[in-house]
């Protein structure tokens, strides 16, 4: 009698470990997908749909100055896919959105972002040292050592600028600083024209001396002191101890 009880509790148990396994394997659906194939606001202005990143970026002219209340005039996502977001919605852009997309039990989320087109540089070094911007007037001094051994007229500089900015003449190139220097900015509508300033000085009011021969050699930590003493007081600069 046991062991037909214990026959009948295996039988039992094993139909409801199937049973079970049935139902979790028919419960989800996860054959769709949840991508972004098209974002248009206000009916001209298409987003960048980046799917690694999950972020659809949308640019618009540097005087824009309505992303508080803008349309949803075409969105196109994945067949069968349930968004958050709809066609004909106006939408508060100041701040990044989270576009949520549903399809059976797959969900994914994308951040959508409208940004103004610009033109603005937030780093200029010339051989090493850094030069202090003025972005009121767009101009940019260097203050270099008399004896740096720097060729000014064949110097090279490097530009650090907004994310979607282009330079010209491009950074890590060489130019001739014996005079004021022109590099220009441009992302779409946005275009801004720095003037590069070079000042020889004889006597600093401040110097920084290192070991390197320029301030691109020292290490880390000495580098960003340097570079920050001579891109934010006047009359300052970089020397070598070997100078």
């Not at 079970?20 to 991508?35: A, E, F, P």
Request: charged letters at 20%; glycine letters at 6%; aromatic letters at 6%.
């Amino acid at each position: 009698m046991k062991t037909i009880y214990s026959i009948i509790c295996a039988i039992c148990i094993v139909c409801g470990f199937t049973a079970c396994n049935d139902d979790h394997t028919g419960s989800i659906d996860v054959s769709g997908s949840c991508l972004v194939e098209k974002f248009v606001l206000n009916g001209q202005y298409e987003g960048t749909i980046n799917t690694e990143k999950r972020l659809v970026k949308v640019k618009v002219p540097v005087d824009f100055a309505q992303k508080g209340d803008m349309e949803i005039t075409s969105l196109t996502v994945s067949a069968g896919a349930q968004t958050n977001m709809k066609v004909g919605d106006h939408i508060n852009f100041d701040a990044d959105r989270n576009l949520h997309i549903s399809n059976g039990d797959l969900v994914m989320d994308y951040q959508v972002s409208v940004r103004n087109d610009e033109a603005l540089m937030s780093l200029f070094i010339l051989e090493g040292v850094k030069g202090a911007i003025n972005q009121q007037d767009k101009t940019i001094t260097v203050s270099v050592m008399a004896n740096s051994g720097i060729d000014l007229s064949n110097a090279t500089f490097e530009v650090e600028c907004s994310e979607d900015a282009t330079c010209s003449p491009a950074s890590g190139t060489k130019g001739n600083f014996t005079e004021p220097f022109q590099i220009t900015l441009n992302d779409n509508t946005a275009t801004t024209v720095y003037t590069v300033y070079v000042t020889l000085i004889e006597d600093p009011i401040a110097l920084f001396v290192g070991d390197a021969e320029n301030i691109e050699l020292l290490n880390d930590e000495e580098k960003a002191a340097a570079k920050w003493l001579t891109g934010n007081i006047a009359s300052a600069a970089y020397a070598s101890w070997s100078d």
